[in-house]
């Protein structure tokens, strides 16, 4: 069939996505045509020559078509990477000054600023300066209308995960916006796909298997922790591999027999998954192929990339008979069910930060009542607050101001400049402290006088790419009709699809009937097997700035309609809308210990290096401790705001 036929046959040319994409770009041209609107003045709120928020229908949960780093998110940044500054040598003065300035409105500057009014007062006067068109971060919200019904999805940060081995600091800054963690063992319907006899699946692609194949399996958990696949009969891969699968399941076979425990723990930290594979568990190639995303998820490179002690450490097949030393490293999903996630994912959690600092931006007082909150973006940067959100707002310099010589000026300075590119013009602000809670690697760029050793340091974190697309659809009969909730495609463009998580909580109820209209979240992490990780994170953020929303969109209904067809799915009438989360920066890089120095103490990893304050310049982020997780933004807020404290007193 013709590439066009089968773009007709999926949909593509269905006009409701194309109006829902093109409606997030009228939004964004309609924005810029406020520049000089009268309905301001109505309002009493000063001209401003580029105010989007100010706009009633300004209202970024509910774009669809390409978000997570969006256009207009990104290209300032770029710019200042590549040279392209000369424009903003002349910034305009805001004469705005703060007691502390944070870049980055991610989770980690939200909490940054929290603490920093909790030490410092109420008054304390705080400004957050974020590139993107929302706060959050990866902490994002997508918002999708069946009808009149709402329907909320995660853009990013999924979960808190594993909330008993917060530190007292993240657990307790949860517990003071209102979190109780608990609560979710109430919310979180654990028995509703088990109910329906919904299972997990595993979905072979033509390209890779030779079939288009859904094979369901039991116990087969998409994070790759019970990774079970009993159900080996009916997958198109050679009869050895289909003997080697339950093998490695299932038999107590020591593959090192040779090596101490210490040996072999040394051993598989330097083996990759896949060499273990076929090196020593000498497994057939096509039982590679069947695993070879199954660390996605996690790491976003494959098994190739990934150490066999990690996949040991995270319950993969094939160590039920080797002994390695105790450990403390127990993956702590273990220990707790996965159910702490809000509708919308950490996003809530931004969004409670931000009801707490700046008033009047979300309604309501409960973990419960936040879920369908609707935020006033006018009111973010207003004024009247003490704490302000600036979006739409890219750092491009921070500076000590002082002496001309820099390394005096970092001594003796009692403010810091902050300049900013907002709707192309540059301005500048002043802060008596600064935190930067964006990305390691973008710090050097802001603060060129840093020692050569610090900007190494920063720019040593790679951050990690992936995608996460929401799909809503009519109906999810289909899942109902294949027996299926959460399936793993290991050949294919998206390795993971599954229903939304069965959540619901104040006023927020899930599509528990198979007939009501549906969420699915499709996880892509590109990358380039077979290189280092570092180069496979490079490849794949290549990969997505270069992938335009048609790409995802065919791929979308392409894969779902292989997979789900034989349950009636039909992508061309049951697809809804498509939100594609692009996060070309996204994880922290967490130091994969197949490519870093064996046995490194924690104290000597270059994050450590990287976040040493600079002046009244500190460092937080998750990246300053790489450990791609909520708890971390949180700790290292804690920690950077507390440096400022510890230097006033
Ligand atoms: C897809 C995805 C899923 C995740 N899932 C989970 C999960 O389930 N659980 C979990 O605990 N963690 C998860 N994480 C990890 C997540 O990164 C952290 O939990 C947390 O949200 C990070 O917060 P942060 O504030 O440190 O960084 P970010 O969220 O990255 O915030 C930093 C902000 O600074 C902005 N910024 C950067 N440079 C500049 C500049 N020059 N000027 C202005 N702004 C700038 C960035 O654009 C960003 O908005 C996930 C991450 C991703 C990408």
Redesign the pocket.
């Known amino acids: 069939m013709g590439d066009k036929n089968r773009d007709r046959e999926l949909g593509m040319s269905r006009e409701i996505t194309r109006r829902d994409f093109l409606n997030g770009i009228s939004i964004a041209v309609g924005t810029s045509l406020l520049a000089n609107s009268t309905w301001l003045h109505a309002f009493g709120i000063p001209e401003s020559p580029f105010a989007p928020e100010k706009d009633p229908s300004y209202y970024p949960p509910a774009k669809t078509g390409m978000r ?2 969006h256009d207009g ?1 990104w290209e300032v ?1 770029h710019d ?1 990477r590549d040279g392209k500054d000369s424009a903003w040598a002349n910034p305009v003065d805001d004469a705005e000054s703060y007691d502390l300035v944070v ?9 940054a600023a929290y603490f920093y009014r909790k030490f410092a007062g109420q008054q304390s006067k705080i400004l957050l ?4 068109d929302d ?5 994002k919200r997508n918002e999708f209308q069946a009808g009149q019904r709402l329907l909320l999805g ?8 594993a909330p008993g081995n917060y530190s007292k600091v993240s657990i307790g800054l949860l517990k003071e916006l209102g979190i109780e963690p608990h609560r979710f063992f109430k919310y979180y319907d654990q028995k509703l796909f088990d109910s329906m006899h919904l299972q997990e699946g595993v979905f072979f692609d033509q390209e890779t298997f030779g079939a288009n194949r859904l094979v369901l399996q039991k116990g087969l958990h998409y994070f790759g922790l019970t990774f079970n696949m009993e159900n080996v009969a009916q997958m198109p891969i050679a009869e050895a591999a289909r003997k080697d699968l339950l093998r490695l399941q299932h038999a107590r076979v020591d593959y090192l027999p040779e090596l101490t425990p210490e040996q072999k723990r040394r051993k598989l930290i330097k083996t990759s998954y896949k060499d273990f594979l076929l090196e020593y568990a000498k497994v057939h190639p096509d039982v590679v192929k069947v695993l070879q995303t199954s660390t996605h998820d996690i790491y976003a490179v494959g098994i190739d990339a990934v150490s066999a002690k990690d996949c040991a450490v995270n319950g993969f097949p094939g160590f039920k008979g080797m002994t390695l030393p105790k450990s403390h490293e127990q993956n702590p999903e273990l220990d707790e069910p996965y159910i702490f996630h809000f509708p919308d ?2 996003a809530s959690i ?1 969004r409670m930060l931000v009801r707490s600092l700046v008033p009047g931006t979300l309604p309501g007082h409960t973990m419960e009542d936040i879920v369908t909150a609707r935020a006033n973006y006018a009111r973010l940067d207003d004024t009247s607050s003490p704490i302000r959100i600036r979006l739409n ?4 310099r921070v500076k000590h101001v002082g002496d001309a010589d820099p390394d005096l000026s970092v001594k003796t300075a009692k403010e810091v400049e902050v300049t ?1 590119v907002r709707g192309g013009q540059a301005h500048r602000v002043r802060g008596a402290n600064c935190i930067l ?3 390691n690697m ?1 710090i050097p760029y ?1 603060c060129p006088e840093m020692s050569a050793k610090q900007k190494a340091a920063l720019a040593y974190c790679v951050k ?1 790419p ?3 697309t929401n799909v809503q659809i009519s109906n999810w009969k289909a899942f109902q009709k294949l027996g299926v909730s959460a399936v793993y495609a290991p050949g294919s463009y998206f390795t993971n699809i599954t229903l939304d998580f069965p959540v619901s909580m104040g006023d927020y109820h899930y599509p528990s009937s198979p007939d009501e209209s549906c969420l699915l979240h499709l996880l892509r992490t590109p990358c380039a097997p077979g290189e280092d990780c570092k180069d496979q994170y490079r490849a794949g953020r290549f990969e997505l700035v270069s992938t335009p929303f048609e790409t995802f969109e065919r791929n979308v209904r392409d894969q779902l309609g292989r997979m789900l067809s034989a349950g009636g799915f039909d992508p061309a009438r049951d697809i809804q809308a498509i939100t594609v ?1 692009r ?1 070309p ?4 890089y967490e130091y994969n210990e197949l490519f870093e120095p064996l046995d490194r103490p924690a104290s000597e990893r270059p994050c450590v290096t990287a976040r040493q304050p600079f002046g009244r310049i500190k460092i ?4 300053a401790d790489g450990h ?6 949180i700790d ?2 804690h920690r950077a705001v507390r440096e400022i404290v510890e230097t006033k007193s």
Do not use: K, R
């Open positions: 997570g780093s998110s940044a200042l870049v980055g409105a991610g989770i980690s500057g939200l909490a300066l974020d590139n993107h706060f959050g971060g990866h902490a995660y853009g990013g940060t999924q979960s808190i995960e994912g950490n931004a707002s890219t750092a491009v900013y809670a964006c990305y973008m802001l990690i992936l995608v996460y989360n996060w920066h996204g994880y922290a937080a982020n998750s990246d791609a997780y909520t708890n971390t933004a290292q807020a």
